[in-house]
């Protein structure tokens, strides 16, 4: 079994992306003390939105949570960069954020942002158990389905 987050990565068949730039005042990354603030990622691949849309409308539960994954991807690449390149500085998934952009009727915010949860233990074993949250809202950046945000132990 893999044991490193990098040989986790491979062993997933994933390769992280070069991290996507802030488009605004604000930076991808914040360092205080031991703890690793990550702001939300959208689930771009190879440059381009994954998806675009709303679920409930437009964006199927499964193209979501696949969604997520990619927004989990960017995470896990910026804080790659933030880290010099060693993954393995990361003691603890802290925390997720999830957003989903959807129709108020919308209900499955929880299977969704499993697509973005179940990568981070899968790439950082127990290390990646996390505590997390998952918020509707009306629209995202971009027309985007879903936003991950992350806060990450490191040492």
């Known amino acids: 079994m893999s044991t490193t ?3 986790r990565l491979a062993a997933l068949g994933i390769t992280l992306p070069t991290p996507a730039v802030p488009v ?4 991808a990354c914040v360092q205080t003390g031991s703890l690793l603030v990550v702001s939300g990622q959208l689930p771009l691949a190879d440059g381009s939105l994954f998806a675009t849309g709303k679920l409930g409308g437009a964006v199927s539960v499964e193209t979501a949570v696949e969604a997520a994954r990619y927004s989990m991807i960017n995470v896990i ?6 880290l ?3 993954l393995s500085r990361v003691k603890r998934v802290v925390r997720l954020g999830g957003f989903i952009a959807c129709t108020p009727d919308f209900t499955a915010h929880a299977a969704v942002m499993n697509g973005a949860s179940d990568l981070a233990v899968a790439v950082f074993g127990d290390a990646g158990r996390h505590a ?3 918020v509707g ?3 995202l950046p971009l027309d985007a389905p879903v936003e ?3 806060l990450f132990e490191i040492d």
């Not at 605004?24 to 930076?27: D, E, K, L």
């Not at 690449?77 to 933030?82: C, M, R």
């Open 5 to 7: 987050p990098d040989s």
């Open 24 to 27: 605004a005042n604000y930076v």
């Open 77 to 82: 690449a910026q804080v790659k960069a933030a």
């Open 84 to 86: 010099g390149g060693d």
């Open 132 to 134: 997390r949250s998952t």
């Open 137 to 139: 809202v009306p629209s």
């Open 148 to 150: 991950v945000e992350g």
